[in-house]
């Protein structure tokens, strides 16, 4: 079972440096900032509290934060408070955002073909 575990946790990481080059090539986005963008995107108003957005991307919320913030930089992602809660606040997708992640997502979906039908051949081969 541990062999297993290993190597799916190498196709794992192999699939997503793939589909990481491709989006950064295109986009100038990694696969963890699309994988934010797409989340929000799917989301209620397209906002999230970023630790939902953590939970939702199986990272700390502090790693989700660091993200957010370079994200939020480049005008893709907006805070937003909770008028309710000060202590709540909402990572959101702006316009731009949605631009941005409707266009990435194509290029996405691509890569993500390729490498699923990469990794069938290989594991095909491995027989």
Partial sequence: ?????????????????RVDAKLSAVHGLSFSDFMILYHLKHAHNSRLRRADLADCMGLTA??????????????LVSRQSDPRDARVGYACLTTTGEQVVADAQVSAEFACQE???????EWNKAG
């Fill in 1 to 17: 079972m541990l062999d297993r575990c290993i190597r799916l946790s190498r196709a794992y990481t192999s699939a997503a440096r």
């Fill in 62 to 75: 502090s790693a989700v934060t660091k993200s957010l913030l370079s994200l939020e930089k480049i005008g």
């Fill in 115 to 121: 490498v699923y039908e990469a990794m069938v051949g």
